[in-house]
């Protein structure tokens, strides 16, 4: 059965749908929406849409994250509206994401509010660019995949004998080893210690020594820059020689791209699942891997 590969509106999510339309070799449109004066969103389908069986929905719920969520719920129901029943959502980066438990009591638990009502509005199956946790994508009801970036990234990274992949603590500790096994490198972590005397909190790689090596850290989200550029900071005080990142979702809020690069970072490399909102990293489109995934599993 073809799918019809359906850009859900916004910069990211119709490059990404075209990208991944043209790896698929499958059929391309998009979704027109607009903004009423009220700030109420507006969604149309293109008319082809509804001679396809099987429809393929590319939505990025990158800034401002609200409105997108508005959209493709209003995309989701308006396709079960049409008769087409089969339905594939994916979500380049999905928001919302960091809030999967319930932290402090009475908190809503955000990723699994939004996986409900994605669900419940049509979605048969879900593709997500490298949820911030896996396990979190039970909440959707039914398939769900995580698709890692990392591995189809290393092919575009420069890497020597002595480069080395670092996760900034031990949340991304499997997504540095991930992309470490592609490169064909060793792989570590940073962890937290503290002076007994001075009380001074420090960072340095559990086992692997970094002097005079070059390094590349790696992390899902880059929101304000603050977690890379601490890792860049001690990493950059260890002695390593040269410091790379490679991030799935590069949001870049605020000074976080001029921060990122006092910290003495040489490049940054995302993934297109965002629109960055500062700063110029090195972006790898990523869609061929989801046109992998996707291959694999229908």
Not at 83 to 100: C, S
Not at 132 to 144: R, W
Not at 234 to 245: C, E, K, Q, S, Y
Request: with cysteine.
């Amino acid at each position: 059965m073809q799918c019809l590969v359906l850009g859900g509106g916004g910069w990211v999510s119709d490059n990404f749908a075209f990208s991944l339309a043209r790896a698929l070799n499958a059929p391309f449109s998009t979704v027109y929406t607009k903004v009423f004066p009220d700030g109420e969103s507006y969604v149309r389908l293109p008319g082809e849409a509804s001679s396809f069986e099987s429809v393929c929905l590319v939505k990025s719920l990158d800034y401002p994250q609200d409105k997108g969520v508005a959209e493709l719920i209003l995309e989701l129901d308006a396709l079960r509206e049409k008769g087409i029943r089969d339905v594939t959502l994916i979500v380049p980066y999905m928001a919302y994401a960091r809030q999967d438990r319930e932290f402090l009591e009475g908190e809503a638990v955000s990723i699994r509010a939004l996986l409900r009502i994605l669900r419940a509005a049509g979605a048969q199956r879900l593709y997500v660019v490298e949820v911030h946790k896996a396990e979190s994508l039970k909440y959707f009801g039914g398939e769900a995949v995580n698709v890692s970036p990392y591995e189809y990234m290393a092919k575009f990274l420069e890497v020597d004998d002595d480069t080395v992949v670092i996760a900034p603590d031990i949340g991304a500790y499997g997504r540095a080893e991930r992309l470490a096994k592609a490169l064909g490198v060793e792989f570590d972590y940073l962890v937290k210690t503290r002076d007994r005397v001075t009380g001074e909190v420090s960072y340095k790689p559990k086992e692997v020594n970094v002097e005079g090596r070059n390094v590349i850290i790696v992390d899902d989200i880059i929101s304000t820059g603050g977690t890379i550029a601490k890792s860049a900071g001690m990493l950059r005080a260890a002695g390593a020689r040269r410091i790379d990142v490679v991030a799935a979702h590069a949001l870049l809020v605020g000074d976080a791209w001029s921060r990122i690069m006092a910290s003495g970072v040489t490049r940054v490399y995302a993934a297109n699942t965002v629109k960055p909102q500062s700063g110029s990293p090195i972006i790898i489109d990523v869609a061929p891997t989801v046109a992998e995934a996707l291959g694999g599993n229908r």
